[in-house]
């Protein structure tokens, strides 16, 4: 049953992400320090994607523009999955997506692989993170990190750069010859992950979040024997008594009882999967969050207030909610719509 007091945004984020008791389900959204706010806009102006993730005044001011400007719940540090991966001495540029300049096709490539230490390769990241949390600490209101999982991460590092086709033929190349080079090589990333996300930890985040976001494309028998393994071994790797793990894999359906097997304590489903039938199948094994189509948040607001209804109406099933979006905030995503969404969140108090 619901908790009777209204809690404070860091009680109500864990409580839900831990199936414990709540006063309504916490509010965030992904992408939500992105280019749909003007504000971002402004303060990314002049300056490349990856020098902005290392610049920890503007890192910080855009982390924060989401709490002020649409009501956010809670902070997701602003950074991009492909910034630990500078550390292993791999070329990386982004134009806008990243661009590998010597595709890892090797097992010589993978084996020349640095294991750099995060507090050494990235500092800034902790240091954007330690910022922010002083900044929280007072308004109760969570900081939630966040990783690139091995698949997703590997699919840009053997392909070369994103591949909106989702066919990856390189990594199938992979699969089908030379399948221990690409176990080795998302085995490196999962160690480099879970000391990544554990930094995170450390330096104050207080709820995790893994991002596959390609490994919807494949079959189930094909994640199971790929994916399945290295996303468990973070699962466990991760320091989970000071901060709750989301596991979030995009268009995914087919994959909805093997992402339970890794073991999360959130899962973050996909706009494609029903809401209804993943807390059905969830039940008390984890908590749901989700899972609102971002094109939604274009629609009216009261609209979107009877979305959020139903949406947590169909999520009753599972032991806690996280509201969110099934995907990240589109570019040309309205702003009332963000603030309508999270407004919504608010109404479901009782």
């Not at 990856?50 to 890192?59: G, I, K, P, W």
């Not at 640095?114 to 990235?122: I, K, S, T």
């Not at 009261?302 to 009753?316: K, L, N, P």
């Amino acid at each position: 049953m619901p908790a009777a007091a209204p809690l404070d945004p860091t009680t109500r984020m864990l409580r839900a992400c831990r199936g414990e008791a709540v006063d309504r389900p916490p509010v965030w959204l992904m992408r939500q320090a992105g280019r749909y706010l003007p504000e971002y806009r402004a303060v990314r102006e002049g300056i490349s994607f990856l020098d902005m993730c290392a610049d920890v005044e503007r890192a910080v001011e855009v982390s924060l523009q989401p709490v002020r400007l649409v009501n956010t719940e809670a902070v997701v540090f602003f950074c991009d999955i492909f910034v630990p991966i500078l550390g292993m001495g791999v070329p990386l540029d982004f134009a806008p997506g990243p661009i590998i300049a010597e595709p890892l096709r090797t097992r010589a490539q993978v084996d020349a692989l640095l294991e750099p230490e995060p507090e050494e390769a990235v500092p800034y990241v902790f240091e954007i993170l330690r910022r922010l949390r002083k900044e929280l600490a007072a308004p109760r209101i969570p900081l939630i990190g966040f990783a690139g999982a091995p698949f997703t991460l590997a699919t840009y590092l053997v392909e070369g750069k994103g591949d909106p086709t989702r066919s990856y033929p390189e990594v199938k190349r992979l699969m089908r010859e030379e399948p221990a080079t690409l176990d080795a090589l998302l085995e490196r990333l999962a160690q480099l992950t879970i000391a990544y996300l554990n930094a995170q930890i450390d330096a104050g985040a207080q709820v995790v979040q893994l991002f596959d976001t390609w490994a919807g494309s494949l079959d189930e028998a094909t994640w199971r024997r790929v994916v399945l393994p290295v996303n468990r071994a973070i699962a466990e790797g991760v320091d989970r008594s000071r901060a709750p793990f989301i596991l979030y894999t995009n268009d995914a359906p087919h994959l909805l009882d093997g992402l339970l097997e890794v073991g999360p304590d959130v899962l973050s489903i996909g706009s494609a999967v029903d809401m209804a039938e993943a807390a059905r199948r969830v039940g008390s094994r984890a908590s749901l969050q989700g899972n609102l189509d971002p094109e939604d948040l274009a629609l009216p607001r009261e609209e979107i207030f009877a979305r959020v209804r139903a949406i947590a109406e169909a999520a009753r099933p599972a032991r806690g909610l996280v509201l969110n979006l099934g995907h990240g905030c589109l570019p040309h995503t309205p702003v009332e719509g963000v603030r309508a969404f999270t407004d919504a969140a608010r109404a479901l108090a009782p």
